[in-house]
């Protein structure tokens, strides 16, 4: 871990094989998509009409496309502390604009840290947080910060790598994370409903998708040697939909 040299914001930085990743097909495809696919599964309430997003560690922005076509925002607002990732993401900002499905979604960029976000209190109907909390050191502030700027009844979407993923040997050699934040499945459902939001457990996914196992990619599930059985694995994913809490 180490601080900038112009902010004292703890951070752990990417190799450049991750910052190289995260614009891949597989990426946007087989994580982020599928990813917000079952998010918007979870969601069982009546969500607003043209709701204000902010989505939370946005990276290179891939989610934007996703998220205007799935929930139709007025407004998506994109903040991330890695500069440049913040310049891609302003590509695909400009990308969506110039889509039909897509056009009428105003974007806006923000460099900022996720434990002091740059905007203010009850300014968003969701937060979507998709694989971002494994990279921050300050897991609690960042969550109360989620709350903050979340209106009544506004709406976290959670999507997150288990300890049992990141702290696999090929995640250790391929990328860098903060090891000493990382949680289990349930560690971070408890971090969230101690955090002031609540949930019910059909709000909660428990994905097992073949590149969260990074022991064997699943290899093993799929030539029929051994079936992973829910409760007796170490689950590698969860997702949850949960509301602020009054």
């Known amino acids: 871990m180490q601080l900038t040299e112009t902010s004292n914001v703890p ?29 918007e599964r979870l969601i069982d309430f009546p969500m607003p009409a043209a709701p204000v997003i902010v989505d939370v560690g946005c ?59 740059p905007l203010q209190d009850a300014s968003a109907d969701i937060v979507f947080c998709h694989q971002t909390f494994h990279h921050l050191v300050e897991q609690e502030r960042a969550l109360a910060e989620f709350r903050r700027v979340l209106k009544p009844g506004g709406v976290l979407m959670f999507a997150e790598s288990t300890d049992a993923y990141i702290k696999s040997w090929v995640i250790r050699l391929l990328f860098r994370h903060p090891m000493q934040v990382q949680k289990s499945a349930d560690g971070y459902l408890d971090m969230i ?29 799929r030539i029929g040697l051994y079936t992973p059985k829910p409760g007796k694995r170490r689950e590698t994913l969860v997702n949850v939909v949960a509301r602020k809490a009054s």
């Open 193 to 221: 409903r101690n955090g002031g939001f609540s949930f019910g457990p059909h709000h909660v996914s428990l994905p097992y998708l073949w590149w969260s196992r990074a022991k064997d990619f699943g290899l093993l599930e």
């Open 11 to 39: 951070f752990v930085p990417e190799t450049s094989f991750g910052i190289w990743f995260l614009r891949t097909h597989t990426w946007e495809h087989h994580v982020l998509r599928v990813a917000i696919n079952d998010l």
């Open 59 to 117: 990276g290179q922005g891939l989610s934007f496309r996703l998220l205007a076509q799935a929930f139709k925002p007025q407004r998506i607002v994109g903040i991330d502390f890695h500069e440049p990732s913040l310049s891609l993401a302003a590509q695909s900002a400009q990308a969506c604009r110039q889509r039909a499905d897509t056009a009428a979604t105003e974007i806006e960029l923000h460099h900022g840290d996720c434990a002091n976000l």
